[in-house]
T-cell receptor
Framework: AQSVTQLGSHVSVSEGALVLLRCNYS??????LFWYVQYPNQGLQLLLK??????LVKGINGFEAEFKKSETSFHLTKPSAHMSDAAEYFC???????????FGAGTRLFVKA | SQTIHQWPATLVQPVGSPLSLECTVE??????LYWYRQAAGRGLQLLFY??????ISSEVPQNLSASRPQDRQFILSSKKLLLSDSGFYLC???????????FGEGSWLTVV
């Protein structure tokens, strides 16, 4: 069965510093992979997704993620953190051809001034 | 454009009372529909998903149930709520496998 692991329930960075949020997946075949962001008391919105095209995926708000099959990873990065990036981030996986999307436990990003 | 509506936004219910959360999607047909629950510090837990009218897949055995009486309507129910049912419930939809999942604004349920 597929699963998603996000390393670190909380990550704190200074404004302007690199953001790195880690995600590893478990799946028998490369799945579809997603990163979503959730602001307080709101639903989730898509940051970016990998669907077997380019392994480096660019998303909104300057975020990008790289699919590494050998490491079964899909880490999210942003070169320079902004205060408005403070939110909770979820990695998610959907099996190729399937409909059951599983989310990781989430990583809350704090940005310090 | 497609929209998803979910209600009520907040709900406070006593233990043992029934529950009904409703979700409707507009602007698309034959969507895949989902109910997730988000408990504090526990991420999103997939509760149910549906690929068509009357087709419900349950992921977590518990006292909740789901129904899809119409193509774009998805209802989450319980006959008797437990304290542990408290949480933030999110309805979501997608069209095809691998497509973006779109979420509603969520419903806060507090069982007291």
């Amino acid at each position: 069965a597929q699963s998603v692991t996000q390393l670190g329930s909380h990550v704190s960075v200074s404004e302007g510093a690199l953001v790195l949020l880690r995600c590893n997946y478990s799946s028998s075949v490369p799945p579809y992979l997603f990163w979503y962001v959730q602001y307080p008391n709101q639903g989730l919105q898509l940051l970016l997704k990998y669907t077997s095209a380019a392994t480096l995926v660019k998303g909104i708000n300057g975020f990008e993620a790289e699919f590494k099959k050998s490491e079964t990873s899909f880490h999210l990065t942003k070169p320079s953190a902004h205060m408005s990036d403070a939110a909770e981030y979820f990695c998610a996986v959907t099996p190729t051809g399937g409909f059951k999307t599983i989310f990781g436990a989430g990583t809350r990003l704090f940005v310090k001034a | 454009s497609q929209t998803i509506h979910q209600w009520p936004a907040t709900l406070v219910q006593p233990v043992g009372s029934p529950l009904s959360l409703e979700c409707t999607v507009e602007g698309t047909s034959n969507p895949n529909l989902y109910w997730y629950r988000q408990a504090a510090g526990r991420g999103l837990q997939l509760l149910f998903y549906s690929v068509g009218i009357g087709q419900i897949s349950s992921e977590v055995p518990q006292n909740l149930s789901a129904s899809r009486p119409q193509d774009r309507q998805f209802i989450l129910s319980s006959k008797k709520l437990l304290l542990s049912d408290s949480g933030f419930y999110l309805c979501a939809w997608t069209v095809n496998s691998g497509n973006t999942i779109y979420f509603g604004e969520g419903s806060w349920l507090t069982v007291v």
